[in-house]
C-alpha cells in the first residue's frame, strides 16, 4: 500500500475538434465563463495543483483563454488520432510526487464536490480506481492510482483505450455514490448543451 501522502494530479482534455457540437466546446459560455476556464478553476479549487491541459485543435486560441492559470497546457500534435494520445500526452508530464491522476474531459462540467470526494476516498483507497456514481450509474470524473501509470502510457484507441483498461480492472475499481448529478452530464451537442444550461439556472 502506497504510504506516502495522497498528491492527486489532473489531466484535462480539450484537444478535440468539437465536429459533433459544430462550434468548440472549450470555449462555450458556462457559468459566466468558458467552460475550459470554468473547468480548470474547479479543479485549482479542488486543491489540485498539478494540472496538464491538453490542447490541439485552435490550440494557440485556447492557450491565450487559460494564460492567467498556473496550468501546464500541453500540446498534442496528434489529438486527431483518438483521446488516447492526449492522456498519454498528459501523462507525460506528470509531476514525480502524483499518487493518483483525474481524468477530466472539457465536455463533462465538474462539481468541486465531487473532485472533492474523489480526492478524500484516494486518500482512504489509495489503490483503487475510483469512479463516481449518481443513482447507481458511473459517471465522471475518474481518478486513477500512480501503479497504473505506465497502463494509462501505453492505451491505444485500437485496444478501445480507457474502456478496455477499465473492463480489465473491474475488481480494482471503488465506485463512489455522490449525490451529484452532473456526474452524468455531458454536452456532446448542441441539444445536450442547450438543456444543460437550462436545467442550470
Not at 514525480?96 to 462539481?111: M, R
Not at 471503488?174 to 452532473?182: D, K, L, M
Request: hydrophobic share 40%; with cysteine.
Amino acid at each position: 500500500m502506497n504510504s506516502r501522502m495522497p498528491s492527486v494530479s489532473a489531466i484535462l482534455l480539450a484537444a478535440g475538434r468539437s465536429s459533433r457540437m459544430g462550434t468548440l466546446k472549450a470555449l462555450l459560455p458556462w457559468r459566466e465563463t468558458s467552460l475550459v476556464r470554468y473547468q480548470t478553476e474547479t479543479l485549482l479549487n479542488a486543491g489540485i495543483d498539478d494540472i496538464a491541459v491538453i490542447l490541439g485543435y485552435k490550440a494557440s486560441e485556447l492557450s491565450k483563454e487559460l494564460s492567467s492559470y498556473n496550468v501546464k497546457t500541453v500540446i498534442n500534435k496528434a489529438y486527431e488520432s483518438g483521446k488516447c494520445s492526449s492522456i498519454k500526452a498528459g501523462m507525460a508530464g506528470l509531476s514525480p510526487s502524483s499518487t493518483g491522476v483525474v481524468i477530466a474531459a472539457v465536455d463533462q462540467p465538474l462539481s468541486l464536490n465531487v473532485i472533492r470526494q474523489l480526492y478524500k476516498f484516494h486518500g482512504e483507497q489509495p489503490v483503487s480506481i475510483i469512479i463516481p456514481a449518481f443513482n447507481g450509474k458511473r459517471g465522471h470524473p475518474l481518478l486513477i492510482p500512480e501503479q497504473f501509470y505506465p497502463e494509462l502510457c501505453s492505451i491505444s484507441e485500437q485496444t478501445q483505450g480507457l474502456r478496455h483498461f477499465l473492463s480489465n480492472r473491474q475488481n480494482e475499481i471503488a465506485t463512489v455514490e455522490i449525490n451529484e448529478p452532473s456526474i452524468l452530464l455531458n454536452l456532446n451537442e448542441q441539444a445536450d448543451y442547450q438543456s444543460a444550461c437550462w436545467e442550470d439556472s
